[in-house]
């Protein structure tokens, strides 16, 4: 694969990048921010009714964080996925398998989903407002950012792994057996690093759990949209018009 073409690819995943980006603001909107509001109501309650900002005024209103900020943030952090991504791809296209760009584009983003999402989020999940110690939280961002790392690194050599297993087991065993060496790896990282468990006796239960499953949503259309809209532009352009599968109203003409 030369320079321009992976320079195409970065764009075109950066762009894949923001239209998983609008589907998933769509999903933080309409199904994270309901549950953000019914917490910070119970927050208000706790706190007597008002926020304490410590006597200075709000810089940013609810409504702004809820709307401009929510899609600043989402679209942002779907650009920077879609252009990680898409280099992650360039590295993987060819080397994990007899796979085409839509199914190279699928792993990476089930691999991206598990590795810098879901693996942190099993062992730190999200927490909505009202919930969590402050004088922890710069503990637990640089611990659930470490997990990440690890995750991701731990990833990378289970595919490694694999590849070094799949000549003496063949692709199925080795594919197995990286991944047990992976789960293994990552347990032992859940054992050997801190656990918080901040939760208040009084925070609704049903409330956390919509909560954090709200944002496990928004990763998961995020990583998938991006999977497909990504694969389907890196199919156009490295795989030639002349064989790509033709539809069925092209063959009739």
């Known amino acids: 694969m030369n320079t321009l073409s992976v320079r195409a690819l970065l764009v075109r995943g950066m762009l894949a990048g923001l239209a998983a980006g ?58 920077a996925v879609g252009g990680i991504a898409a280099i992650a791809f360039c590295v993987a296209l060819g080397r994990i398998g007899r796979f085409g760009p839509r199914a190279t584009a699928a792993f ?22 009202a919930v969590g110690d402050g004088d922890t939280i710069g503990k637990r961002t640089a611990l659930f950012f470490l997990l990440v790392l690890l995750s991701v690194l731990l990833a990378v050599g289970a595919v490694l792994l694999g590849r070094r297993l799949a000549p003496r087991l063949g692709n199925w065993n080795a594919t197995v ?8 790896a990552v347990t032992l990282a859940y054992v050997f690093l801190p656990s918080y468990n901040e939760v208040g006796p009084d925070f609704p239960g049903q409330l956390l759990w919509q909560f954090r499953l709200a944002t496990l949503a928004v990763q998961a259309v995020l990583w998938a949209v991006f999977g497909l809209v990504f694969g389907a532009l ?16 092209t063959v009739a003409a």
Request: aromatic content about 6%; hydrophobic content about 50%; overall charge negative.
């Open 177 to 184: 057996a990286a991944g047990a060496a992976f789960l293994l």
């Open 234 to 249: 890196a199919e156009r352009l490295l795989t030639p018009a002349s064989v790509r599968p033709r539809s069925a109203e």
């Open 22 to 79: 609008a589907a998933a603001l769509l999903v933080a909107y309409f199904l994270g921010e309901s549950r953000v509001d019914a917490a910070i109501a119970l927050e208000e309650h706790a706190a007597g009714g008002h926020h304490d900002h410590g006597g200075e005024e709000e810089l940013v209103s609810r409504a702004m964080q809820a709307t401009g900020g929510l899609a600043t943030g989402v679209l942002v952090f779907g650009v």
């Open 108 to 129: 990476v983003a089930l691999g991206g989903l598990i590795a810098v999402y879901v693996v942190p989020f099993l062992k730190y999940p999200a927490n909505p407002p």
